[in-house]
């Protein structure tokens, strides 16, 4: 379903050249649940945003569905990313002005629906992350483990076939964490979403189908 | 540290660039505000050679011809009109004193003439007045004399200048009884009195060389004056206007009279004289208040783009004093760039001779006051941004990986 | 989709306070000199009661004579000239001969009254459309009997007689006697054409020499039949000029000029261009320039404002763009935040012409000044508002949205 090929991404300024991914080459099938693992520092993050096309390789192509994303339109790719890719991140990036409803329909904003289409949708989604008692808070209200369902609420209320999460559970104690780990569990059993999840917790990884390791930029066995 | 500035200005220069300019601008005008400011401030308080108080002027029109100086005939059958006027005028007991002049006081108008000496050439603002003038506008006499009526048989004009032409024109040497008239002119002019002091246009006026020349009643169609002063005594009510009014239009048939007071004349010819000072002053404080909401703008661009910059500077020990001063020293400095090339720009103009009525004391202030205007509002547009910077947390700076 | 945009940029503009006050007052003082500047240009040029008849009407203001020497001059028309030789133009529906307004002195129980006084003929009153509040105008058989009669203004009745009805009384001015016949509103100082405060027929003059001069101190008003016509007036007054017989060609040779209009004249006045054709258009470009100029530093502020608040958005630009907004969304997301900025300091900047205006005519630095923002103004200050928001709106939005998801969620601008 993704394909990345001989992907390389390179952050240049104007004096030092860091290097974050190195020739990677990788192929990721429909409905896998896969974890993405190594040391800080390896890539990881970078990795997940050029899966989920947060970011362009410096070299190399990316494949969606055959079709080679990395030379479309910024208009197609917007699509994509509407319909395709729900995207959770590390340190959430809820918008504080906004309650949690109203974030939550963002992903719906740039859709064709009616105002009453997108409440129904975005509150089936809090209720699957059940926050659905918090509807009108705002972000500075909840806790980081509420917070955190927010932006999972977010990236699944456009039922995405791809989901990316970036350390979903890196900043909840561990129940919490195992609660978010269910979620993601029954959305890959039961919507057959695919999900690809970067972690530094072994146990989680073990959770998953299988776990590409990355080291200095590189993808290691 | 100042070194440190200037790199850090000079690396984005692109975004500077646009600051530097408009100070530039907005320095030129606002220079020419206050400079004009302050050149007016100075003549204001010069004193003015003559008194306003109880003075009533009298404009007289001719009905019959506009531009009767065309005609010389029309002029010949209204001959002595003046001299008429003048003596209807002391009958009166509340006239003090009565003169008559073609310049009027307190107006654009004006008539100048170029004055000779051994082979020096000097320009004055020049105004003929017949005798009792001296009295109606209560001059001051330094050396010599006035007009008399003896003057009527000289074979020569008898002049009467101000303090600063005598400088000008004899320097050291004593003007009286010397001839300034140019040297192919038959008849002589000679200096017969020095006053203090006669600015025609009023406070606002640059300061003058002043020559008065004499006006004889003598019958000639040459005698008609446009402007008669008359010295009224004190209190007398507005109501005598009426009178006079009537006395005139019986004495002189095909003419028109406007009387008023000069301290009415004065005081809107004050109002007209301020008009491009007002507009000018206008125009740069628009200016000042854009630069100044400008230069907000570009330091918080500054701060927001260097949040992670901040926040380590703090982490690294940095107080709150030490953020204020990069950001007020870099404003400074881009400050300063703007205003030196404003400075150069301004500097070339007494070199060019433009607006050379203006002394180098004024220039300075002008210059001076412009200066420490801009850079008092560039320290106060950047006191809110910088305060803000201040606020920023190490750890909210350097948040991620 | 518009009421989650509001909605955000409301909260935004509110989260920082102080800069949205700067952004706002900087607009709305930009447009208050501006919107000045119209209302004054309005009012002192764009046709307004009671010149009802302006889309059809020229005037001859100055002209150019020239001595045989070379000396030459610019005046008003004596009555001579116009009498003769526009009076008799072919083809115009009527013409009206008027004197500049003089200062003329009335006394009142002792005390001095000034008025400005202006001497007309019939035709005049025909021409303009004059909403008396008593009486009615002098004629053109009042002109030709020699009438003492006067149409005065609002103000002088209540100078002279209290504000009472004042028709068939008699009114003193510089010496002569008048009866009223008519009274009119104020009339602003700033419409040359119709101002005074006092009107009596030309023929009540003190003398009679004006009607021999020349050059003198009046003024013509033609009325066309139709606005098609102007074109043919004006050149045929042109080849009228070319045609006059002066008494005294020694002292004059020869007269050029043009029937024009009072934007002409203007035009004219500020462009030292007296000879050929109108420079109007030219003077109407300069000062556009200024206006836009004038817009040129505020806007470059307002960019500078919204590069900065946007830049502190990064954040949620990242987000946006990741959940699906595209380049061109987010440029519309933010105009619409810089508009609804802008269209609030355009109110304001409304609310506060409204009072500069209000206090500019009651000050009395202009006589009978009558500021007013009409449906026009209000037109140009709607579009320079708007200008303002998306010309300040786009650049840095556009900027903005340009950046990966990844870049702009690292916080990097």
Redesign the interface.
Known sequence: MIRLTNVDKVYRTSQIETVALNNINMEVKEGEFISVMGPSGSGKSTLLNVLGLLDVPTRGTVRLNGGEVTSYRDRDIARIRNREIGFIFQTYHLISDLSVLDNVEIPLLYRRLWGSERRKLALAALERVGLSSRVHHFPSQLSGGQQQRVAIARAIVGMPSILLADEPTGNLDSQMGDEIMDILKSLNREEKTTVMMVTHDPRLAAMTMRTVRLFDGRQVN | MAKHLLKLVWNRRRTNILIVIEIFFSFLVLFVAVTLGAYYAHNYRQPLGFSYENVWNIAVGSLLELNFDRDRDALGARANITKRLLATLRDFPEVDAAAAMPEPIFDISKSTQTVHYKGRRVGATVNAVTDTFKDVMGLELVRGRWFESGDDALSWDPVVINQRLAQELFGSEDPLGKNIAPPDEGRESRVVGIITEFREDGELAGLDNYMFTRKKLTGVADDFAHYIVVKVRPSTPTAFQEKLMARLRAVGRDFSYEIKPLPQIRKSFLRISMAPLIAVGIVAAFLMIMVGLGLVGVVWQNVTQRTTEIGLRRALGGTAGSIYGQILGELIVITSIGLLIGTIVVAQLPMLGVASFLSINVYLTGLGMSLALIYLLTVLCGLYPSMLATKIQPAEALHYE | ?L??YL??AF??LL?RK??TF?SL??IS??LV?LMVGVAFFDHSLAPHPPETNAGRTLGVFLVHFTAPGGRDSYSFPGYALLDRYVRTLPNVEKVSLYTFPT?A?S?K????ITSYLKRTDGEFWQILGFDFLEGGPFTSQDEKDGNFVAVINQTTRKKFFGGEPVVDKFIEV??QHFRVVGVVPDVPMLRIVPFSDIWVPISTS??D?YRK?F???FMAMILARSPADLDMIRAEYRSTLTRVEFPDPK?ISKATGEAETLLDIVARTFLLDFEGKSPARRFLAWLILLMVLFMV??S???I??N??RI??RS??I????????????LVGQFVVENVLLTLVGGLIGFVLSFAVLHLIGSSGLIPYAQFQLNYRIFFVGLGITLFFGLFSGVYPAWKMSRL????A???R?
């Open positions: 989709m009421k989650n909605k955000i909260k935004v989260r102080f800069f700067i007052f900087g003082l930009t000199v200062t002195v006394y129980d002792g005390m001095p510089d010496g003190k003398t020499a001069q050059i003198g101190s002292d530093l505020p470059i502020n307002l500078n404002i590069v900065s830049r502190e954040s949620e990242g987000v946006r763009k990741a959940f699906g907004a595209s380049s061109l969304t990966h998801p990844a870049v969620l690292r916080g601008g």
